[in-house]
Every structure is written in structure tokens, then in C-alpha cells.
């Protein structure tokens, strides 16, 4: 995981697979279908890497042989929020991973205009104040429904909190870093900028449209 110091919160996951996968993701001509599984495969891979610091406890076993001591992760299970519509592609590979999280969801989506953040759907567990919640969505662009959806989530109660993003632009990261420096953002690229759009530059276009076949 690399680290840069311009972006003190910035966590850029670089290995090999992702950044292959990554590739193919960018391509124009990726289908719907293969588009949705790298989406999966990539949410995992970058999972794995964004709870190597989770808490552990004892946990006594009966192998087949002697009871033993091991491990197992502590406190109450994490929740995965995706951001709607794309952080949806990123929920099942993670959740194949950590089988006992919970799922809240944010509805937000962009005015075109504006690219501001309009919000219609929010739903967390209740004890969000004892809980570590992992925000997906694939894009962090201008940051402006990552701040918003962050936002939400502390108006919940929620403390620990980290974003998990595929690509993400120079705006969004030090945007998101401005209004919330306690939360970590992971990614696998940070891309070059944003164009006139809002669209990250080169990015892979929209996620949304590009996850559910919509244009
Ligand atoms: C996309 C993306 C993020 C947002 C990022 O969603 O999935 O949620 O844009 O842009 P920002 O950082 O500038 O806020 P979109 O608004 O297109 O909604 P959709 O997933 O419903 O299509
Ligand atoms: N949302 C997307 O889906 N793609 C971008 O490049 C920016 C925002």
C-alpha cells in the first residue's frame, strides 16, 4: 500500500492484480458483464488490504487433536455502505470476505449541473457509534457525495469510518480530507484530475451506467 504526502489520508493499494484488473476496467470496450465481476474481484482484493489493522481477540479452539488458542476479529461486525447506484458492484466481493457484515445504504447522486450532491435514501444500523464502517463507491470525483455521505453517516453516530474508492481524482481526495481529515481514503489510482464534466481524467467513465448497462 503506498502512501504519498501530499495526500496524508490517501491509501493507494498498488498491487499487481488490482492494478491489472484496473486496466481492464478502464477499457472502452469492457462489457457490461465482465466490467460488474472486475468491479467485484477489485472491491475484495482492496478489502483485504483495508482491514489488515482490525482489532483481534482469543478465541479458544477444539482442533481435532487439542484445544488451542486463536484468533478472531473483536468488537461489533463491520458495515459496508454503499454509496447508490455504483457502490452497489462493490458490496458482494467484499461481503464473500467478511460473511458477517452488515449492509447500510446512502442514495445520492449528482445534479448535472451543479455535480452537487442530492441525497434520497439513507439506512444504518442503529449502533453506528460502536460499529467501523467501510463507504464504497468506485468514483471519488469532485468528493462532493463522498463528503456528503461521510457527513451522514457522523450525523448517525458513526466515528470510524473509511472510504474505499477504485479511482479517485486530486479534488476528491483533498476535498474529502478538508471537511473530514479523520477518515482514510483507499483507492486504487489517483488519476490525473477532473474535466469540465466532473468526469475523472482518465478514469473509466461513468460507473454507474458502466455497471448496470444504462446510458
Ligand atoms: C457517481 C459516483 C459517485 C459520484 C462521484 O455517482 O458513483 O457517487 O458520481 O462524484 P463526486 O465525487 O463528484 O460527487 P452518480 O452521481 O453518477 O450517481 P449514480 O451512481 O446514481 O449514477
Ligand atoms: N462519477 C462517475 O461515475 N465517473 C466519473 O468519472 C466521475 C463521477
Redesign the pocket.
Known amino acids: 500500500m503506498d502512501t504519498t504526502p501530499a495526500y496524508p489520508t490517501l491509501r493507494i493499494v498498488s498491487h499487481p492484480l488490482i492494478q491489472h484488473k484496473l486496466t481492464i476496467l478502464r477499457d472502452r470496450g469492457t462489457p457490461t458483464k465482465i466490467f460488474k465481476e472486475l468491479v467485484d474481484e477489485i472491491a475484495m482484493l482492496m478489502a483485504y488490504e483495508a482491514t489488515n489493522d482490525l482489532a483481534l481477540e482469543a478465541a479458544p479452539v477444539d482442533t481435532p487433536l487439542e484445544r488451542t488458542v486463536g484468533q478472531r476479529v473483536s468488537g461489533k461486525k463491520l458495515t459496508l455502505v454503499p454509496i447508490l447506484r455504483?457502490g452497489l458492484g462493490m458490496v458482494e466481493g467484499i461481503y464473500r470476505l467478511v460473511p458477517g457484515a452488515r449492509v447500510g445504504h446512502i442514495g445520492l447522486y449528482?445534479n448535472h449541473d451543479t455535480l452537487e450532491p442530492v441525497d434520497y435514501y439513507f439506512k444504518v444500523p442503529g449502533d453506528a457509534a460502536e460499529r467501523d464502517f467501510f463507504l464504497l463507491d468506485?468514483?471519488l470525483?469532485t468528493g462532493g457525495s463522498a463528503v456528503a455521505a461521510v457527513s451522514s453517516l457522523k450525523r448517525a453516530g458513526a466515528t470510524r469510518i473509511r472510504f474505499l474508492c477504485l479511482?479517485a481524482?486530486p479534488e476528491g481526495v483533498r476535498r474529502l480530507a478538508g471537511n473530514h481529515p479523520d477518515v482514510t481514503v483507499y483507492c486504487a489510482a489517483l488519476d490525473r484530475a477532473?474535466n469540465d464534466q466532473?468526469?475523472?481524467m482518465p478514469?473509466?467513465?461513468?460507473?454507474?451506467?458502466r455497471l448496470f448497462g444504462t446510458r
Open positions: 455504483a449528482r468506485p468514483m470525483a479511482v481524482a477532473l466532473g468526469y475523472i478514469g473509466l467513465g461513468d460507473a454507474g451506467d
